[in-house]
């Protein structure tokens, strides 16, 4: 059966057994997952799922079953059962579920690809992972040296009851590399261009290319051993420069799960946790300072949240969530929006065709204010600057966090000087973007991409875009742990 | 498909799942779900060349075909020079295990729901949050040396957190089997909690002595199973014990071991490699003993496999995933009447590794932290960070609580913990929620 008969079926089916509204989901996942340690290939994994979700709703109440089976008679059986699973819900009802509109649409998206990854050979791949690890482990002090790529092409087939269907095709991928340094117990790290397993976005081969592994690797390993011998931060309140990396998380952490909607009403308790935002503080609270402008845009070429359609069939959109520092507007999905007054944004996403769609950032990122991080460290008399994420901690209600980093250097009367380990800083959210008094301009900003987001029982992994460029902030807790 | 392979050495790892998860929040169902799925995990070794691939796709063609693909890919990659070779059997193959549970294997959606609804009722009118799932889960691994195993096992898993003014409480049960858990205890014990948590406090931040509940003293075991007792970590001079192997790492009256067969945990005796697996003694009166190896990692350091392989090829290194920290003598009131002044923590959130080789981690305390004074639970406090290294955590122990708890959910590493006390824990800053 083709994946349009597959959802036909389907959501034929779930009507015969009941359901007022249903939607399916055929998705295929291929992958490819690449790790070199210095020099040697470590894990070559090529990988392909596929599967059949099917959510529906009965009674107000939803029901989701998924299948790995493809078969004609598995289809109709997991709706029925989806069927099943949403009138045993009705044993624990709430207000009924209803969905804001959507204009029901026959569309199709393509991630634009330039070199497509799954015509690059192997040998290739490997030779540049394992040319960038061999420079590292040439730096004397360094014992580990990992490059490694990461490849997804996804084929969505959407189709619900109200008449939709949608195909999408999404390629995602991304790289990275990182030296460990050990000497007398002490063990220090450096990344490029991030951190665990590298940056991520949107598009073809093209991405990966641009970064340049090779030409960072020497750098990146320097760095690692330099760090053996680095004093630790000090401890103190000053001004704090993050890069595009570091601010994408601080961004995702503080600013992304905050804002989605489900957790604003409570739906996520018992696992991720819950938000300091009431739904009624849209358009009225004060998230930061004037400096501070957020967007959520799934449209943004390349970046790793860009795609056509939302698993809801919501078209992709861009939605401004800070303007000047005030909170316009949450990530929301069909079943939430309502609670606003509003139409979805286009944010539900699931991980795989065996989970229900949640409400996922998108591309939540900071516009771009003005000048380079050059501009920002030379006109900042002390202060500390901080780069590549390397530990991440945030309160349930997405206030009290601390974060670690790779490395910083102390900024003495606008110059870069000596280079510091293990540094951490911390705050409470509102509080810490209050104090943002640059962000800098469109040169420095970076789409970055964080594909291990975790949300969700059962767990989901997401894919998260956040435009991002350096940062400055004042009166800022640093200090290294 | 072992027959049909061209390669050198096959290996074939068969896991099959079928779930369903009732998920609620402000005391409605708001998620039902159910999953029905099964992968096949291929590795092949071929003319020192190693790849893997996987497929739900389990059609007959695609069997014929699989592992002829993953030679392709073997082929395209350079010799692997630290590949072992598959593992030949070890003692008696093939291995059969049956460690289902009737109840958790024929739960339906609706007796998950009406378990909900027990929990709910029970639990006083505190807007209720969480999850019961119930899992079966297969794997079968064979490879052209003559392995064969399979083990088939189930587990129920339930998490609630109750939220009444300003306070809220959590409660877990992990069993392999839906019967023993007690939902209208549950619903009471959370209630209860909810009730003590209301109204918190400030405190200010410092050095405490700490009674960590097992969820929060169980976390820092996962932590140390994935970071530090991993042989790969060891061997790359990443884990505290790359240098410690030996020492005396923690308080010298801690036992901790890992062993699937232990009825306080649900696990299958045999890893992704299929070599069994067995007690492997971690630390023993406070001295690090042992840490966990797959094949691979194993003659690296010149041993044999303990048997803690996860899915293979891996880049990330062996998992102990049933770890049991053996009880003390104390009943958690006797540690909280011994205490003169302290902070019981109910839970950590958010908890992520600073520093890796000092095992230093940073967290928050979540749903129930309360004030010890003179023997007695007197406050609830609101939450706090911290940031501390594990094993002098660990070195720090004052009592261990003679009852423990199955714990699950984190990083798949099933744990059994008992409460402990902690006479030096670093807290380092404080909230105003």
């Known amino acids: 059966m083709t994946p349009r008969e597959l959802t036909g079926a389907a959501i034929e089916a779930a009507a015969r057994a009941g359901a007022v509204y249903a939607d399916a989901r055929v998705v295929r996942t291929r992958t490819l997952s690449l790790t070199v340690k210095n020099g040697q290939p470590e894990a070559i994994v090529q990988g392909e799922d596929a599967g059949l979700g099917v959510r529906v709703l009965v009674d107000g109440a939803w029901g989701f079953a998924s299948t790995s089976r493809t078969e004609a008679d598995a289809v109709a059986a997991v709706a029925r059962q989806a069927v099943e699973i949403a009138r045993a819900s009705r044993l624990v009802p709430g207000p009924a579920v209803t969905l804001t509109p959507v204009e029901p649409v026959l569309a199709s998206y393509s991630t634009p690809v330039a070199r497509d990854p799954w015509s690059v050979p192997l040998e290739e791949m490997l030779a540049a992972l394992e040319a960038a690890t061999r420079a590292m482990t040439a730096v004397a002090g360094v014992r580990t040296a990992e490059g490694s790529m990461d490849f997804w092409r996804t084929s969505k087939h959407f189709a619900s009851s109200e008449g939709a269907v949608i195909d999408q095709v999404i390629t995602e991928n991304g790289a990275g590399i990182g030296a460990v340094a050990v000497r007398d117990g002490e063990v220090q790290r450096r990344s490029y261009p991030a951190s665990f397993r590298g940056d991520f976005g949107t598009g073809g081969f093209e991405l990966i290319e641009a970064m340049d592994l090779a030409g960072h690797a020497a750098q990146t390993a320097d760095e690692a051993v330099a760090l053996l011998t680095a004093p630790l931060c000090p401890a103190g309140v000053t001004t704090l420069i993050l890069d595009s990396d570091q601010t994408a998380l601080q961004i995702h952490e503080s600013i992304g799960h905050a804002i989605e909607l489900d957790r604003i009403l409570g739906m996520e308790a018992a696992y991720a946790g819950t938000s300091f935002i009431a739904p009624g503080d849209v358009g009225s609270l004060r998230y930061g300072s004037a400096k501070m402008n957020v967007i959520a845009d799934a449209t943004l070429p390349g970046a790793l949240a860009t795609f056509g359609f939302d698993d809801e069939g919501v078209p992709a959109q861009r939605t401004t969530i800070v303007q000047e520092g005030i909170l316009r507007n949450v990530l929301t999905n069909r079943e939430t929006a309502g609670a606003l007054g509003q139409r979805s944004n286009g944010t539900a996403r699931a991980s795989g065709w065996n989970r229900l769609p949640l409400i996922r950032m998108t591309n939540v990122g900071l516009l771009p204010g003005r000048g380079t991080l050059e501009e920002m460290i030379a006109e900042t008399d002390d202060g500390i600057f901080m780069s590549t994420n390397k530990s991440w901690s945030i309160d349930d209600r997405r206030l009290n966090f601390q974060f670690g980093c790779e490395i910083a250097w102390e900024i003495k009367h606008g110059r870069r000087t000596r280079l510091l380990k293990q540094p951490t800083y911390g705050g409470i959210t509102p509080e810490f973007w209050a104090s943002l008094d640059w962000v800098a301009g469109p040169s420095e900003f970076r789409n970055r991409g964080t594909p291990n987001c975790g949300k969700g029982q059962p767990a989901q992994t997401g894919h998260t875009g956040h435009p991002a460029g350096p940062t400055r902030f004042r009166n800022v807790a640093v200090g290294s742990r | ?433």
Do not use: C
């Open chain 2, 1 to 433: 498909m072992l027959d049909r392979s061209p390669a050198g050495e096959t290996e074939a790892v068969l896991i099959a799942v079928r779930s369903g998860l009732t998920r609620f929040a402000d005391s409605r169902i708001h998620q039902n779900v159910a999953e029905e799925n099964a992968e096949l995990l291929v590795r092949v070794a071929h003319e020192g060349r190693v790849a893997g691939v996987r497929t739900n796709s389990l059609a007959p063609a695609e069997l014929d075909t699989v592992a002829t693909r993953a030679v392709e890919i073997a082929r395209q990659t350079p010799p692997d020079p630290d590949f072992p070779g598959l593992p030949a059997p070890i003692g008696a193959h093939p291995i059969l295990i049956d460690r289902v549970a009737a109840a958790t294997a024929s739960a339906t959606p609706r007796s998950r729901a009406e378990a909900v609804r027990t929990f709910i009722d029970a639990s006083g009118g505190a807007s209720a949050a969480g999850a019961l799932s119930t899992t079966v889960i297969g794997r079968a691994v064979a490879n052209s040396r003559g392995v064969r195993a399979y083990g088939a096992r189930s587990q129920t898993d339930f998490v609630a957190v109750l939220q009444e003014r300003g306070g809220s409480s959590h409660t877990s049960a992990v069993d392999a089997d839906l019967r023993r858990l007690d939902f209208a205890a549950l619903g009471r014990h959370a209630a209860e909690r909810a009730s003590a948590a209301r109204g918190p406090v400030d405190l200010e931040p410092g050095t405490y002595t700490v009674l960590l509940e097992p969820e929060a003293g169980g976390l820092m075991l996962a932590y140390l199973a994935l970071g530090t007792f991993n042989g790969r970590a060891v061997l790359e001079g990443r884990s505290a014990l790359s240098t410690r192997i030996g020492e005396r790492i923690v308080a010298p009256f801690i036992q901790i071991w890992d062993d699937p067969a232990d009825p306080r945990t649900v696990g299958l005796p045999f890893d992704y490699e299929g070599v069994p697996r067995g007690r492997l003694d971690l630390v023993r009166d406070g001295v690090a003993v042992g840490v966990a190896h797959d094949s691979r990692t194993a003659r690296r350091a010149g041993v044999t496999s303990t048997g803690h392989a996860m899915s293979q090829p891996n880049a990330f290194g062996p998992i102990a995933s049933n770890v049991i920290m053996a009880p003390g003598r104390m009943s958690r009131e006797e540690m909280i009447a011994s205490t003169e002044r302290g902070v019981l923590v109910s839970r950590f959130h958010y908890v992520r590794v600073v520093h890796p080789a000092r095992t230093v981690i940073t967290g928050m305390t979540r749903d129930g932290t309360f004030l010890i004074e003179d023997g007695r639970v007197t406050r609830a406090l609101r939450n706090l960070r911290f940031n501390q290294s594990m094993l002098e955590a660990f070195a720090h122990v004052d009592a261990v609580s003679a009852e423990g708890r199955l714990l699950g959910g984190d990083f798949g590493i099933m744990r059994y913990a008992p409460a402990i006390k902690v006479r030096a824990f670093t807290f380092t800053s404080g909230t105003s929620f």
